[in-house]
């Protein structure tokens, strides 16, 4: 049988990663892994360039769906799915963007943060990598916002269930992963019981 898939989109750092490390370890013992769309990002020179609104000081489009090799990404996710884990879990900015990614899932999550939320952690994160405060600020402001507005959060109406991820909302989120939980669990419990031989 197929792996169980999971979407998970949402803005950029609003705990995408933390939301699929915290599946993986809730539902121990199933195998499970995870894809991060940030690996299917293409080259620099294939790289799309956004010119700012405000500015027009152009920048590398990292948020376009066009940085993506959504091509790959699908071959690679058919291929999971066939191996041996019994979930497979895809995250990344615009997983949820691309028809030929959401049909191949089971659930489709929407990671929601408010803004100022998300730019804090973008700073603290990108500064741990040793990047400018000002480099840091002005991508977020000429760049990274217009695209969320226009690519990112239009897909949210792709998702199943929409997850807060904010600092504060960890209880309500954890209620919405426990029901994750459970209908991954009971497609896997229909899978041992239709194919009663896998292992």
């Given amino acids: 049988m197929a792996a169980f898939v999971i979407g998970i989109a949402g803005g950029s750092a609003s705990g995408k990663s933390t939301l699929a490390q915290q599946l993986r370890d809730r539902l121990a013992p199933l195998r499970v892994s995870i894809m991060n769309q940030d690996r299917y990002f293409h080259s620099d020179q294939q790289m799309p360039r956004h010119a700012s609104p405000d500015g027009g000081r152009v920048w590398p489009d990292h948020n376009h769906p066009d940085s993506f090799d959504f091509a790959r990404l699908r071959s690679d996710l058919e291929t999971a799915r066939e191996g041996p884990d019994e979930v497979v879990i895809v995250e990344g900015i615009l997983v949820l963007h691309a028809p030929e990614l959401r049909e191949l899932m089971d659930v489709r999550l929407f990671v929601e943060a408010d803004a100022d ?16 405060i000002d480099e840091i600020c002005d991508f977020y402001l000429e760049s990274v916002r217009f695209r969320h507005r226009e690519f990112c959060e ?46």
Wanted: glycine share 12%; net charge positive.
């Fill in 154 to 199: 239009p897909t949210r109406e792709h998702a199943d269930l929409v997850i807060p991820g904010g600092q504060h909302e960890v209880v309500e989120a954890g209620s919405l992963l426990d029901r994750v939980c459970q209908q991954v669990r009971a497609a896997a419990a229909g899978a041992e019981r239709q194919s009663p031989g896998r292992t």
């Fill in 117 to 132: 939320e998300r730019i804090v952690r973008r700073i603290r994160r990108n500064l741990a990598r040793g990047l400018g």
